[in-house]
């Protein structure tokens, strides 16, 4: 959908922000250009609306130069959201929803309708919002009519130039959540510029890392740049604790499960001491195989059944969350273990700190030897 065929952008001085990139981006694919102040990232997302006219090479969009299409023309066909928003003061929010539309004819009707369902789909209602005006917003709620706005004639491609970087951490988490949960619904192609690698690692399909002077250092994945830097340069970007960043690229997968004991509600406690053997404890499931809780050893003792002495169970995550998720929940509930639920919450098994680290270890050795997870044996020093 976007190509880039060695493009670069000099200035007169000399100065060389982007050198002869070549770089593709799938249509539906969202790649996050990242690297430290100054790299050209933003430059280079500019050249693809031609906001900057690149010095040399070509840039395609769904098969077209843009170096020979209409500036305007190709702008208003492009989605555009920046960190300031830059919506205007004294429209309403349901006008600069519009905006484009009305540049591009549209009928007023068809306007408002098209700028009220987009405003439902970043979660403003329109019945709340669409008479408001920037200033009554917060700023996440500013940076949502935003992304709506660069919606509002269904561009094939979106191009973000840290959109979420100007409001403080709590909001910006809920809308890296909410616009992964959108771009699940849009799936638009998507240039993202940031400077942060973690929001780069949580939104990336792919991530391409710059150095100064606009020369790509690696174009990969978010897991294979965690686990295989490809040069000194980007080790030293992604930073030291990058296998803690790789816990948020890593799903829990039923490989990692340990299995411990499991007990029905209904069951006897005299027959959940003997299920439990010599564990500790065990989890205890519904008739229909859904987490009930956990029972330990030393209270399945005496008449009555489980249901009577089960404790509830408060951390637990799905299948396919990322173990930075579950590695949360354990430090949250200071849970020794977690339970992992499957489809219609049905129990599959739980996940300790050693078989998280195990599927920590397990994922980077795949990367580096180019192999799927489960085909990694993994030797620990209990098998020394």
Same mark, same amino acid.
Request: net charge negative.
């Given at each position: 959908?976007?190509?880039?065929?060695?493009?670069?952008?000099?200035?007169?001085?000399?100065?060389?922000?982007?050198?002869?990139?070549?770089?593709?981006?799938? !249509?539906?694919?969202?790649?996050?250009?990242?690297?430290?102040?100054?790299?050209?990232?933003?430059?280079?997302?500019?050249?693809?609306?031609?906001?900057?006219?690149?010095?040399?090479?070509?840039?395609?969009?769904?098969?077209?130069?843009?170096?020979?299409?209409?500036?305007?023309?190709?702008?208003?066909?492009?989605?555009?959201?920046?960190? /300031?928003?830059?919506?205007?003061?004294?429209?309403?929010?349901?006008?600069? *929803?519009?905006?484009?539309?009305?540049?591009?004819?549209?009928?007023?009707?068809?306007?408002?309708?098209?700028?009220?369902?987009?405003?439902?789909?970043?979660?403003?209602?329109?019945?709340?919002?669409?008479?408001?005006?920037?200033?009554?917003?917060?700023?996440?709620?500013?940076?949502?009519?935003?992304?709506?706005?660069?919606?509002?004639?269904?561009?094939?491609?979106?191009?973000?130039?840290?959109?979420?970087?100007?409001?403080?951490?709590?909001?910006?988490?809920?809308?890296?959540?909410?616009?992964?949960?959108?771009?699940?619904?849009?799936? !638009?192609?998507?240039?993202?510029?940031?400077?942060?690698?973690?929001?780069?690692?949580?939104?990336?399909?792919?991530?391409?890392?710059?150095?100064?002077?606009?020369?790509?250092?690696?174009?990969?994945?978010?897991?294979?740049?965690?686990?295989?830097?490809?040069?000194?340069?980007?080790?030293?970007?992604?930073?030291?604790?990058?296998?803690?960043?790789?816990?948020?690229?890593?799903?829990?997968?039923?490989?990692?499960?340990?299995?411990?004991?499991?007990?029905?509600?209904?069951?006897?406690?005299?027959?959940?001491?003997?299920?439990?053997?010599?564990?500790?404890?065990?989890?205890?499931?519904?008739? !229909?195989?859904?987490?009930?809780?956990?029972?330990?050893?030393?209270?399945?003792?005496?008449?009555?059944?489980?249901?009577?002495?089960?404790?509830?169970?408060?951390?637990?995550?799905?299948?396919?969350?990322?173990?930075?998720?579950?590695?949360?929940?354990?430090?949250?509930? /200071?849970?020794?273990?977690?339970?992992?639920?499957?489809?219609?919450?049905?129990?599959?098994?739980?996940?300790?700190?050693?078989?998280?680290?195990?599927?920590?270890?397990?994922?980077?050795?795949?990367? /580096?030897?180019?192999?799927?997870?489960?085909? *990694?044996?993994?030797?620990? *020093?209990?098998?020394?």
């Amino acid at each position: 959908m976007i190509r880039l065929d060695g493009v670069s952008k000099r200035y007169p001085d000399g100065t060389v922000a982007v050198h002869e990139l070549s770089l593709d981006v799938a !249509k539906g694919e969202l790649v996050v250009l990242v690297g430290p102040s100054g790299c050209g990232k933003t430059t280079t997302m500019k050249m693809v609306n031609r906001l900057v006219e690149p010095t040399g090479g070509r840039i395609f969009v769904d098969g077209a130069d843009v170096t020979h299409t209409d500036p305007v023309k190709l702008r208003r066909g492009i989605g555009y959201v920046i960190q /300031n928003v830059g919506l205007f003061p004294h429209r309403s929010i349901v006008d600069n *929803v519009a905006v484009v539309p009305e540049l591009s004819g549209w009928s007023k009707a068809r306007r408002r309708e098209r700028a009220h369902e987009l405003l439902e789909l970043v979660g403003l209602p329109p019945d709340t919002y669409a008479r408001r005006y920037p200033h009554e917003l917060s700023g996440g709620q500013r940076q949502r009519v935003g992304v709506a706005r660069a919606l509002a004639v269904d561009p094939p491609v979106l191009l973000m130039d840290e959109p979420f970087s100007a409001v403080d951490p709590v909001v910006r988490g809920q809308l890296q959540d909410e616009f992964l949960r959108l771009q699940e619904d849009v799936r !638009k192609t998507i240039l993202f510029v940031t400077h942060d690698i973690e929001e780069a690692v949580r939104l990336g399909d792919r991530i391409a890392v710059f150095a100064q002077g606009g020369r790509l250092e690696q174009f990969d994945t978010p897991a294979s740049i965690l686990g295989a830097p490809a040069t000194p340069f980007v080790a030293d970007f992604v930073g030291f604790d990058r296998g803690l960043k790789r816990l948020s690229v890593t799903p829990v997968t039923e490989a990692d499960l340990d299995h411990p004991p499991v007990v029905r509600a209904d069951d006897t406690l005299r027959s959940a001491a003997a299920t439990m053997g010599t564990s500790r404890w065990a989890v205890v499931l519904d008739s !229909k195989g859904g987490l009930a809780g956990w029972i330990s050893q030393d209270t399945a003792t005496g008449d009555g059944v489980v249901s009577d002495h089960a404790r509830r169970m408060e951390a637990w995550v799905e299948l396919g969350d990322s173990l930075k998720v579950a590695f949360a929940e354990m430090l949250q509930w /200071n849970a020794g273990w977690i339970a992992v639920l499957g489809d219609d919450d049905r129990y599959l098994g739980v996940l300790t700190p050693s078989t998280l680290h195990a599927a920590l270890r397990r994922s980077v050795e795949a990367d /580096n030897r180019s192999i799927e997870p489960s085909q *990694v044996d993994l030797v620990t *020093v209990s098998d020394a």
